[in-house]
């Protein structure tokens, strides 16, 4: 799969630095950002900024990815978005399996427990894995229920 022209970014200000690294990652690749914030590492609470970011991400008809300290928070609030598939990624293999099985459109990450470099490979994993369909296809059509 080529990875979308665009990709909307999210984070609380514990994932604020590995946004920017992100960020500078996916224009470097010629992709698209829309970051919606936030702009720095001054205390926020996430759940708006994640909504927002959500909602970017569906009106785009794209990708989300969003940040925080572990991705957990960030993800729960997420997936209260109609429409939302979030998934906390945290290895190689959970960033295949997220498209590939889930057909997630966001994934999250842990800007305290994810070293950059890492967080790098899981979103190009993440941006070129399709999903797979087949028996995949019915447990998606059921959370969307």
Known sequence: MKPPKRIVLAADHAGFTLKEAVKAHLT????????????????????????????????????????????????????????????????????????????????????RLTAPKDALRFVDLFLRTDFEGGRHQKRVEDLEA
């Open 28 to 111: 470097h690749q010629g992709i698209d950002v829309l970051d919606v914030g936030t702009f720095s590492e001054d205390p926020v609470d996430y759940p708006a900024i994640i909504r927002k970011g959500c909602a970017a991400a569906l009106e785009q008809k794209t990708f989300a990815i969003i940040f925080g300290g572990s991705g957990n928070g960030e993800a729960m609030a997420a997936n209260k978005v109609r429409g939302i598939r979030a998934a906390v990624v945290y290895s190689d293999e959970t960033a295949k399996l997220a498209r590939a099985h889930n057909d997630a459109n966001v994934m999250s990450l842990g800007g």
